[in-house]
């Protein structure tokens, strides 16, 4: 069985399988890119909108770490809000002790207002000497060493009198009383 093609030589035949070849090439091709040109539009998309979306990020954590910030000052200044509530008491009895203290104070000008002025012609070294509080150590036991000391004086002078009288002897050989060395004499105000 053969069987022959015949070959048909109808123009609008033609034309119509022209045109349907056409339509079916397009479609392939359409289908064939259609990913390609999606990707590519999707593409295009990120393009345009990643940058703005950076700096949208960007703003969003400078805004929370800001937001961070203020919460951890918030925080801060209620605890101090608190801590000055509890530190009622005491600032009320600052307040009493101020108030004692301005009253004292009134008191002393008042006393001094009153008090007959003294000496008012009085020297520098007065006034100065007025201020000054001098807190002098307990005493009691320094009798002790004024003696002792005074016994050593005493000795000291002694020894001198008689190395003196030693080298007037040898020099002129006799020593009137009244030309004669003087003679140291011990003093009454020393203690006893």
């Not at 925080?75 to 509890?86: L, N, P, Q, R, T």
């Amino acid at each position: 069985m053969n069987q022959k093609v015949s070959t048909v030589n109808d123009p609008e035949l033609q034309a119509k399988v022209k045109k349907t070849t056409e339509k079916i090439s397009e479609n392939m091709h359409i289908i064939a890119n259609e990913p390609s040109l999606a990707f590519y539009r999707i593409q295009e998309h990120v393009r345009k909108v990643i940058p703005l979306i950076v700096d949208r990020r960007a703003e969003v954590v400078q805004l929370q770490q800001d937001l961070q910030g203020k919460c951890y000052d918030m925080e801060y200044a209620i605890s101090a809000v608190k801590d000055i509530e509890a530190a009622d008491t005491s600032l009320k009895n600052v307040q009493e002790l101020l108030k004692n203290a301005i009253f004292l104070k009134q008191q002393l000008k008042y006393v001094e207002s009153r008090r007959p002025k003294k000496d008012t012609n009085s020297s520098v070294y007065k006034r100065f000497s007025a201020h000054i509080t001098l807190d002098l150590p307990d005493l009691t036991d320094i009798s002790g060493v004024v003696r002792e000391t005074t016994n050593r004086v005493e000795h000291m002078m002694s020894q001198a009198r008689n190395s003196n009288s030693n080298i007037n002897n040898n020099s002129s050989g006799a020593t009137s009383s009244t030309g004669g060395p003087a003679e140291l004499q011990r003093s009454y105000t020393t203690l006893h």
